[in-house]
């Protein structure tokens, strides 16, 4: 039997070390996913509505507070963020935000900074960023196709996007590519998008897609394309081995034997990781998310904005991750068409 979350305190804290941030389960939080803002110069047609209203500035945490919040998190043990969005290139200082997380690599209490972007930015931050001790930045591309790429994201343009990858590249940045897997496109977007990755050297994973958004349920089936129905097209021209190990996030890998390349399969809504789930995710307002598929979330702002004591928001954090969920149970096998599914992220946390 698994102890119920309804402690403040976790019992598992004394197994994994004093002050070491853990859940009712025993699973050691160490990896912290920021979103930093709501807005996005892309509307791809699988995640926003093409007309979005966006959060009022004033529900955002400021720079300060987000820098004030990572660090508490830092601070209780969390050695990787990724920063998000939103596009989170697209907010305002970004970089400075960036520059002051980089005390936490020189210190040694951070292991990895890194960020998930749709690249439209990346050409003019590329450098800075490496600069503030990024070593690694995944970029979402579902198309090499200039005009399926246009329609895709409604208004972004692939060659900007290309630009900021092979800036990434330059500035000395490993790159990760990330596609949402679509029904009636990523069947011959497959290929190309393998092919490309080992010329160019950059890592591919491919996501299952997601009920996000305004998307109704009945155009989000006709999305789906299970990733089980890729992995047998690369069967078809590669032999593929499954790697073992895992990040402790929704990844599963195989390898490419012909090419040796890596390709990642993430499967958001299996919950074959939860076990082993070491993550959560804060929103831009503050709003932390400890599973992804579940709806409960607590509000990190007020504590925030009320605490001075950073030992007070320390126990808000300690307090919420002891009710982390042991995991989620959605799936699209269980969504009817027209029946509900609980949406796995909202505007304020992608
Ligand atoms: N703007 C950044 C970007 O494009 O990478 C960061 C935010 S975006 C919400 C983060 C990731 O979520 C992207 O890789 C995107 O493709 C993915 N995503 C968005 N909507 C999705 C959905 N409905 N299902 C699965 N993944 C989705």
Known sequence: MMPEATTALSPCSAKAGAGALTDAFCRRISYLRVSVTDRCDFRCTYCMAERVEFLPRKDLLTLEELDRLCSAFVGLGVTKVRITGGEPLVRKGILGFFRAMSRHLASGALRELTLTTNGSQLARHAQDLAACGVRRVNVSLDTLDPGRFARLTRRGRLETVLDGIAAARAAGLRVKINAVALRGHTEDELF??????????HDLTFIEVMPLGETSIEERLDQYLPLSDLRARLAGRFTLQPLAGTTGGPARYLQLAET??????????????????????????????????QEGATDLRAPLRACPQQMDLEEAIRAAIARKPRGHDFDYSRAAPGGAVRRAMNRTGG
């Open 192 to 201: 190309p998008l393998v092919d490309w990755c080992a010329a160019e050297g």
């Open 260 to 293: 040796g390349q890596t390709i990642g399969f993430i499967t958001p809504l299996s919950h074959n990781f939860c076990e082993s789930c070491n993550r959560v995710r804060l929103g831009c307002t503050g709003t932390l998310h400890t599973c992804l598929g």
